[in-house]
């Protein structure tokens, strides 16, 4: 029941939110959030990182007819991706204390809606489960930029929602002929995702297409639109602009990995031939991500701008990664994806810091930043070097780890992606030039006695940079519970299959077995 | 012809119906022309519409209980109730009953011959659940004009207003060649097939078809007859217009109840012929056409509406093409119950929320003449926050979002659809849905989004403002117990096929 407290707990709370009176909102919602964290660190008690097995699985029929049950579960993939989750809400809410001061309870609805269906989608195993919580976080993150967004946000949420439901719902398409596909070949109606592991679907060589083919793009489409890939990173730019601070947190720390997930889980282990032949496009499109993301980022104006076209870029490491199919790669975007999550969400919110006190994102307003705001620019700095991934922070484990396993798995993409991480410290370290030194900026001038960051806001950065720190001195720790997981899919990537771990069974049975929980 | 006293049960409903419906037109011809109180009209009618639901099941109940079977045929085969009559007249039921509140609460229907709508609005829905109950062609014919017969006045009824007059004269003409086109088939199945019975055309069907060019021409044109009926493109032009010149309520039932009507009147057609074993697949091609186009063109027109009740005729047009996969995979797919199950989910998912739209749209007509455009909705999230959620959530279910009830009849639809193989069109669905986002979302753009000051809520439309509440509710309700209702749906129409 853990697992199903996890999503649930969230609705609970936006009844709590909805009765309580509306200057209420954000305290309820911020302990109700933290809360909520500390509850979901219980899984590191019962989640056992020396197996591959799906484990807390909770599974009963949903829509009988079609196979399709309530079926949730919990492995070394999802693992660190619902704690990011979880740690990140509150840091979401805190973040945005003084930023949102209309319509209050609806924000905090809203977050506490989507909290719940991106953590409904890291632990569904049903595809049709999956695709529930999947559009479902749309809904929520589509009133967050178009009620509390900037200028144009009208246009950027349409924008958003209208990308990410042409890709989902063709995979919705996709996900109803293997159900039926499970029907001729296993012999029952099924939308679990173990299942569809488990079809053997027509690849012929040299056509475009054959079932296996034409699903794995569909497939591929939904998500590279959701990560977002290089040809479909559009949406993004504008959405993140548009998005107020807690928006662009919660969109870049988890919303995006909602689609690197999806590669993990479902395109990966269910098309293995289609991959095998498609990689070099992906790498390529992965590395195309890196060099244009950041090239894009270099000629920003606005600093919100950049950081978006900078998750760009970071998102294609982890597309490469994912495409080596090898252990580094694979473990390394893991680490990235949540290294990503940590300092481009700190990053965003430090951009909504200075722009709630001088209203201007533009990096040509500011300079000599750093005598005027000394923590804030020690802070700023600290995320910085997590992006470019200076040593010691989290970003140089996760590019490292990519990097070495596309080294291994295809050297030339290595050789170039290694120009992403040059280009990546030039266009940050270029920023932080202008902003934070040089001579004295307008805003400085405009705005002489700006005060430095509040208690509040410290109190939000500071777990932020421990795990930065954290996750870059310790990865071990970290990398430990995704280990079994990634393996297993490495060295079963032909017939990849997860076990079922029941509770308390040492005996694992096959899921062929199909046995009644 | 033999012909039973107990036979008369059966359609004991519409007599029930028929009753009710003359009770305030008689007292107010013996009032000297003087209106009954409108709320004691609704109550009757409200009485004839919950007896008539009450005799329905009672009687099917009782039917089946005696026969041992799924199903009761009476009047020499003529009528037949089943699951799928059962269904198609209790969603006519409760949508009708919604509808007729929400005649009471419209301005332009409550303070002019109230009893004549009353009269008109049950007299059609006795031809509806005829519609649903009929087995033999030439009684789905009277019965479909009888029901439009009501509607043609129904519309004209408004007599000060232009646009309800062009709207009736549009539908009337254009029904009427609908009609003569639909008439003229049977008579040509008539001639091949020798039998108007719909299961004896049925056995006979696929075999006609093949050799008997009569009966293929007749075939064909019953086909378009009942396109013009639901609406499908390119038989669809008259839908806009008229939807926009009849008052909101009339709307309503015609968007809702009469849509359902015909759709089962098609899918009863259909349904016993054995066209899967057709050797030619071009009458396959044409049906898929059909509903691959009113999808495309539903979908495409209803963007660039700024009218918002124009905006929801489109809709409904893309609706029809997406219950028509249904209706096609019911008749040419190997597994009708498939096919049957999503339709009637299909209709019941969609007449919900469509009943839900409308009601919102009579919450804001000042008078007969008050033109709704979406961006009128500017700040009602504002000043009526339960208003705006539950318009926001039925256009959400209307674009298919999970996990509302409008995802769940998407769904069954589709997997219906892949199931038996149509991929193309289950493609060209999946696209004209995603642009039908477009526009269900702009409503809620201009409530959320936008500053201003709209369209006032009307204080005294309470039942409109409770029914979009309501049916917002319902949609998410029934959406999480889908599962419930589609094998309630699949047990009830499977058991007596």
Not at chain 1, 416 to 423: P, T, Y
Not at chain 1, 453 to 472: H, K, S
Not at chain 2, 57 to 84: P, Q, T, Y
Not at chain 2, 231 to 241: C, E, G, I, N, Y
Request: hydrophobic share 55%.
């Amino acid at each position: 029941m853990l697992l199903s407290s996890l999503i649930f707990l969230p609705l609970l709370f936006v009844v709590l939110v909805a009765i309580a009176p509306s200057w209420l909102a954000k305290p309820i919602t911020l302990v109700s959030t933290i809360m909520h964290f500390l509850f979901s660190l219980m899984l590191f008690k019962h989640f056992d990182p020396n197996t591959a097995a799906l484990q807390l699985v909770e599974k009963s029929p949903w829509l009988k007819e079609l196979g399709v049950s309530y079926f949730i579960g919990v492995d070394g993939i999802s693992f660190w991706l619902i704690i990011l989750t979880t740690f990140l809400t509150p840091v979401v809410v805190a973040a945005s204390w003084s930023t949102i001061n209309k319509q209050v309870k609806a924000f905090h609805i809203s977050v506490l809606v989507l909290e719940a269906a991106m953590i409904g989608s890291f632990v569904a195993f049903d595809t049709i489960l999956f695709y529930v919580f999947f559009e479902l976080s749309l809904i929520p993150m589509y009133f967050i930029v178009g009620i509390w967004g900037g200028e144009n946000r009208i246009y950027a949420t349409m924008k958003f929602f209208i990308y990410t439901m042409v890709g989902s719902l063709l995979m919705l398409a996709g996900i109803i002929y293997l159900i039926f596909q499970c029907d001729v070949q296993l012999g029952e109606l099924s939308a679990s995702v173990l299942d569809f592991y488990r079809l053997d679907l027509t690849f012929v060589g040299g056509t475009f297409m054959s079932p296996q083919n034409i699903l794995f793009f569909v497939f591929c489409l939904a998500f590279a639109i959701k990560v977002p890939m290089f040809p479909f990173h559009t949406w993004l730019p504008d959405a993140h602009v548009q998005a107020p601070t807690g928006g662009s947190m919660i969109l870049a720390g988890v919303m995006l990995k909602m689609g690197t997930y999806g590669f993990l889980r479902f395109v990966l282990p269910m098309f293995p031939e289609a991959v095998a032949v498609w990689t070099p496009l992906f790498m390529g499109l992965g590395v195309v991500g890196i060099i244009y993301g950041a090239l894009v980022a270099m000629v920003q104006v606005d600093m919100k701008k950049l950081v978006a076209y900078s998750s760009v870029s970071h998102m294609g490491y982890v597309i490469l990664g994912l495409f080596t199919m090898n252990l580094y790669g694979l473990q390394g975007s893991l680490f990235q994806m949540l290294a990503h999550g940590i300092s481009t969400g700190a990053l965003f919110m430090l951009v909504g810091v200075i722009y709630e006190r001088t209203h201007s994102r533009k990096i040509a307003d500011y300079g000599g930043l750093a005598k005027a705001l000394p923590i804030y620019a020690i802070c700023f700095l600290i995320v910085t070097f997590s992006s470019i991934a200076v040593p010691m922070t989290n970003g140089f484990v996760g590019e490292f780890l990519i990097l070495f396993g596309t080294w291994q798995a295809a050297p030339v993409y290595a050789g170039f992606a290694v120009l992403g991480v040059i280009l990546g410290a030039a266009y940050m370290l270029w920023m932080v030039k202008k902003v934070f030194f040089g001579e004295d900026g307008e805003v400085i001038k405009k705005y002489p006695s700006m005060p430095d960051m509040n208690l509040r806001e410290l109190l939000t950065m500071a777990p932020l940079i421990v795990l930065i720190f954290w996750m870059g001195l310790f990865p071990g720790v970290f990398l430990k519970y995704s280990n079994k997981s990634m393996e297993n899919l490495v060295q079963n990537k032909e017939e990849y299959r997860i076990k079922l771990q029941s509770f308390r069974t040492t005996e694992l049975p096959e899921i062929g077995d199909r046995r009644e929980f | 012809m033999n012909f039973n006293l107990s036979e008369l049960i059966v359609v004991a409903p519409l007599f029930w119906l028929f009753i009710a419906s003359i009770v305030p037109m008689t007292v107010k011809a013996f009032r000297d022309g003087q209106e009954m109180n409108p709320f004691t009209s609704l109550m009757y009618a409200t009485f004839g519409l919950v007896g008539a639901a009450a005799l329905t099941l009672s009687a099917v109940k009782g039917f089946w209980k005696i026969s041992g079977l799924n199903f009761v045929e009476a009047f020499s085969r003529a009528i037949v109730i089943d699951g799928i009559t059962v269904w198609g007249s209790y969603i006519i039921f409760v949508v009708v009953g919604f509808c007729l509140f929400l005649l009471y609460d419209s301005k332009e229907t409550r303070d002019k011959l109230f009893s004549e709508h009353i009269f008109l609005v049950l007299n059609a829905t006795i031809g509806m659940a005829l519609v649903v109950m009929s087995n033999n062609l030439i009684v789905t014919f009277i019965s479909i004009e009888l029901m439009s017969l009501s509607l043609y006045l129904l519309i004209a009824l408004n007599k000060e207003r232009l646009l309800s007059k062009e709207a009736a004269l549009k539908y009337f003409v254009l029904g009427g060649v609908g009609s003569a086109i639909l008439l003229y088939g049977i008579a040509f199945i008539y001639g091949g097939a020798g039998t108007t019975n719909l299961q004896e055309v049925g056995e006979l069907a696929a075999q006609l078809f093949e050799n008997n060019v009569f009966f293929r021409f007749g075939t064909i044109l019953t086909c378009v007859g009942f396109a013009f009926k639901i609406s499908l493109v390119p038989f669809h032009s008259w839908a806009p217009d008229v939807y926009q010149g009849a008052a909101t309520p009339v709307t309503g039932i015609m968007a809702t109840a009469v849509k359902v009507a015909s759709f089962i009147a098609f899918l009863r057609f259909f349904l016993y012929a054995d066209f899967y074993d057709l050797n030619s697949d071009q009458f396959v091609w044409f049906m898929q056409w059909l509903a691959a186009l009113t999808m495309i063109v539903g979908n495409v027109a209803a963007i660039m509406q700024d009218n918002f009740k124009r905006m929801l005729a489109y809709s409904s047009v893309a609706h029809s093409g997406y219950a028509f996969m249904a209706v096609i995979v019911a008749s040419f797919g190997t597994d009708s119950d498939a096919g049957v199950t999503s339709l009637m989910f299909y209709l019941l998912s969609y007449s919900i929320m469509t009943v839900g739209t409308f009601a919102l749209v009579v919450v804001f007509e000042k008078s007969a003449d008050t033109v709704l455009l979406t961006t009128d909705l500017k700040g009602l999230s504002k000043r009526s926050p339960a208003l705006a959620l539950g318009l926001s959530l039925l256009l959400f279910s209307l674009a298919g979002l999970p996990p509302s009830i409008g995802f769940f009849g998407k769904f069954y639809v589709f997997s219906a659809t892949i199931e038996q193989g149509f991929y193309w069109l289950t493609f060209v669905g999946v696209l004209s849905s995603i642009i039908s986002v477009y526009y269900y979302l702009r409503p809620v753009v201009v409530m959320y989004m936008m500053d201003g000051e709209g369209f006032e809520v009307r204080k005294e439309a309470f039942f409109s403002r409770s029914i979009v509440v309501l049916s917002a509710i319902g949609v998410c309700v029934l959406g999480l117990l889908s599962s419930r209702i589609f094998r309630f749906v699949q047990s009830s129409i499977t058991e007596s096929l």
